[in-house]
């Protein structure tokens, strides 16, 4: 009885897992890519549902308006916060020893920004909805009331790839969710 011992691999048997190799990283590569874009816009859509919630909650807990501007030309979204400030319309800051400190200064109601939200590469705002109508640049305002409604409408992201998250933001509770 012959007894043959391989002690390796031919060349025809390595070239077919190369082959095989090749095929798997050519076809799984790109499916990796792709699913990563949607994960980072899937990512941004959440984030900016839980901005918008903020916003809510903020203008409850704090019982004061807020605004949410969404600015498609710079594709930032801030919120604003209704607060009183002070200002010196003489133009004195107070440093006259004659003159009371506080004489020349008045208080007005004025948008102070609290929060701002960017998106990472890739993700844009396509378009924001309200009432049938599609902003497509410029800005638009969203108001949260301190009672705990909202002007309501839509925010559309979408990625390089035009996949598309709407998220959708009810007037009568002000809550912000993903609806697609």
């Not at 007894?3 to 048997?13: D, M, V």
């Not at 590569?29 to 918008?52: D, H, M, Q, Y």
């Not at 916060?81 to 200064?105: N, Y």
């Not at 390089?160 to 809550?175: K, L, P, Q, Y």
Request: proline fraction near 3%; charge should be negative; glycine fraction near 6%.
């Amino acid at each position: 009885m012959v007894r043959s011992r391989h002690q390796g691999f031919t060349l025809i048997e390595l070239m077919v897992v190369m082959v095989i190799v090749a095929l798997v990283t050519g076809l799984g590569v790109p499916r990796i890519f792709n699913s990563l874009g949607s994960v980072t816009l899937k990512t941004s859509a959440r984030e900016t549902v839980a901005f918008l919630n903020y916003a809510r909650e903020s203008a409850f807990y704090k019982k004061q308006l807020m605004k949410v501007v969404v600015d498609l030309d710079v594709q930032l979204i801030t919120v604003l916060a209704f607060q009183e400030a002070v200002f010196d319309p003489e133009g004195k800051d107070g440093s006259d020893p004659t003159e009371p400190r506080f004489a020349f200064q008045k208080k007005k109601m004025e948008w102070v920004e609290d929060k701002a939200l960017s998106f990472p590469e890739g993700v844009f705002i396509k378009a924001c909805v309200k009432d049938d109508t599609q902003v497509t640049s410029g800005a638009f305002e969203l108001l949260f009331s301190p009672v705990g409604n909202s002007s309501g409408g839509e925010i559309h992201l979408t990625n390089a790839r035009d996949r598309e998250f709407i998220i959708a933001i009810d007037f009568i509770t002000g809550s912000a969710q993903i609806i697609q």
